[in-house]
């Protein structure tokens, strides 16, 4: 028995531990476990060996497999590019083969070329291709895996620093050539930009410039908890979006240590939007019971300071959009194998992007004061750091941290 992989080895490279539009490929990558994909591979191989007589063993054409999903806002781009394999026995033991899955790196060349919207060539970035050991022990070789990358910045200084800048005003092409094949896929950044996040708006005597967002769950006297609701644009190159608030915070714990750096993610959740504006409501008491179970994890916690909020969406084109849809498992038993691709000339994969934008926000007064009284909070002492990174914006006046 002979098994030939129609998707191979399909992590996303994050070998610098930073995400990529975590909220829908970590869904798309948790769902392709490789032993359903084996078990509905073997049956289809099964069933077709009883209609026809086919040598499973004969010549074929290698079909690359190439994945690559831009983050303009990352140091460094990276390209997957794997092949199909065949082999008597047990397909798993070529999978830990590297070979039998990875090109030569003399075979290949690969290079992105960076074009304005009237088609004109404005810069180029070679791939250069690199083993990174990242893998954990598995039925895939763990020994390195090999990325093609660049470090190059895809945006210059320049084009950021304009008040007009918007990614989607550029796209981007792989050009892939393998053995002389030649393999090609173009993308185009979303459009996300910092007037994405449309509300809250900033409160009254704060510089425009400094576009901080208030969140205010709680209201004097009663100091009930209310909600916030944040409104976002939608643009014509972004298919969906995900939306996270982010609290990044420093803390003490009984023991006298102090830890910085520290955050915690509350989902805003995934939006696919069919109106110019689409919305995402925060629930104070939600919001404040998410965070005291997460700081209720804390080993000893016995003091928070708040540095600062952040408001941070995500967004992917359609094409990203559709491949997920698409090859995702329609279960955890019954898993769809599918060759949906955007790459040309038969290649397997998809060559995407994402974009994100974050804006600062801060908590009221009475948000601060809430933290105090809410019975899941009220176990831990709470602070507002003054000098943190805020733009000099102190949030509480009756909290700083001493």
């Known amino acids: 028995m002979s098994w030939r992989s129609p998707l191979v080895n399909l992590a996303i490279p994050n070998p610098n531990g930073k995400s990529t539009f975590v909220a829908l490929i970590n869904l798309y990558m948790l769902k392709l476990n490789f032993k359903h994909f084996l078990f509905a591979a073997a049956a289809i191989i099964l069933i077709s060996s009883c209609e026809t007589e086919v040598d499973l063993l004969a010549p074929y054409e290698e079909t690359p497999v190439i994945y690559g999903i831009l983050d303009f806002s990352k140091d460094t781009q990276f390209v997957r590019i794997n092949k199909t394999f065949l082999g008597e026995g ?7 083969i590297k070979d039998s899955i990875e090109y030569d790196p003399e075979d290949i060349s690969a290079i992105i070329f960076k074009y304005d919207t009237d088609g004109n060539l404005l810069d180029s970035f ?72 449309f509300r809250p708006i900033p409160p009254s005597g704060i510089p425009p410039t400094v576009a901080e967002l208030r969140f205010t769950f709680g209201s004097s006297p009663s ?71 997460q700081f209720d994890q ?27 849809d698409v090859v995702q498992p329609v279960s955890e038993f019954s898993p769809t194998l599918s060759n949906y691709t955007n790459i040309d000339n038969g290649a397997i994969g998809i060559f995407s992007s994402v974009g994100s934008v974050s804006r600062l926000a801060f908590f009221s007064e009475n948000s601060v004061k809430m933290f105090r009284q809410f019975s899941l909070t009220n176990t831990y002492n709470y602070c507002v750091l003054e000098d943190g990174d805020n733009d000099g914006l102190i949030w509480s006046t009756s909290s700083p941290c001493q």
């Open 90 to 96: 047990d397909p798993s033991l070529y999978a830990g």
């Open 126 to 197: 070679p791939l250069l291709p690199t083993d990174i050991p990242n893998r954990e022990p598995g039925i895939f070789y763990d020994e390195d895996v090999r990325f093609y990358y660049t470090d190059a910045q895809l945006f210059t200084a320049s084009e950021i620093e304009l008040n007009s800048f918007n990614p989607s005003d550029f796209s981007f092409k792989l050009n892939v050539n393998i053995k002389g094949e030649e393999y090609t896929a173009t993308t185009v950044f979303p459009g996300i930009t910092e007037s994405t996040i």
């Open 223 to 293: 100091l009930n908890f209310t909600s916030t609701t944040l409104t976002f644009v939608r643009d014509g190159s972004t298919e969906v979006y995900s939306g996270l608030l982010r609290l990044n915070f420093n803390y003490e714990d009984v023991d006298g240590n102090y830890f910085e750096n520290q955050k915690i993610d509350f989902s805003l959740g995934e939006f696919t939007p069919s109106q110019n504006q689409f919305t995402s409501q925060v629930q104070g008491e939600n919001y404040y019971t998410f965070l005291a179970s």
């Open 298 to 324: 804390i080993p000893g916690l016995s003091r928070v300071e708040f540095v600062n909020l952040k408001v941070i969406v995500t967004g992917a084109p359609e094409e990203l959009s559709t491949y997920i």
